[in-house]
């Protein structure tokens, strides 16, 4: 019998990072435009709820926010 859990489904989505880019494009069809969320996700080719997180972060903060990347101290 072989150990099944250890292997990952080929179909699993990975994570990707949204550019500055993408999130440039994103705030300018949204906000400065005034398009529509769902129309300005396939644009910039994002997800809709991540899209919505980062409009709400930049009407927060003013500023498009970058995460800091993980990994090392």
Known sequence: MSDQ???APLNRRQH???????KEILIKLALVEGKAIREATQVANVNESTARN?????????TIVQRPCGGGL
Do not use: C, D
């Open 5 to 7: 859990r250890n292997i």
């Open 16 to 22: 990707q990072r949204t550019t500055l880019a993408q």
């Open 54 to 62: 980062i409009i709400a972060a930049y009407r927060r903060e003013g």
